[in-house]
C-alpha cells in the first residue's frame, strides 16, 4: 500500500471553530508544527490555531462534527 499523508484539519483555540485544511500544505504534513502566526481562523481571525491531522475521511468527518 502506499503511503498516504494525513489530511489536515485546524481547530481555532479561541472560538472553536473547525475547518479543513486539506493537503496543501506539504511542509505541515511532516510534522512540523507552526507556532500560529502562518494560519488565522477564518470566523474569528485568532491566530491560535491547532493542527490535527486526520487519518481518512471517517476522521475529517468526525472533526467537524465534535462542535460545541
Ligand atoms: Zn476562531
Do not use: W
Not at 18 to 33: D, E, K, V, W
Request: net charge positive.
Amino acid at each position: 500500500m502506499k503511503h498516504e499523508p494525513p489530511t489536515l484539519c485546524a481547530e481555532c483555540l479561541r472560538c472553536g471553530q473547525r475547518s479543513i485544511l486539506g493537503r496543501a500544505l506539504p511542509q505541515l504534513a511532516g510534522g512540523a508544527m507552526p507556532e500560529g502566526g502562518r494560519l488565522r481562523c477564518d470566523l474569528c481571525g485568532g491566530r491560535r490555531v491547532r493542527l490535527v491531522p486526520a487519518r481518512g475521511p471517517a476522521e475529517i468527518i468526525a472533526f467537524v462534527a465534535r462542535r460545541r
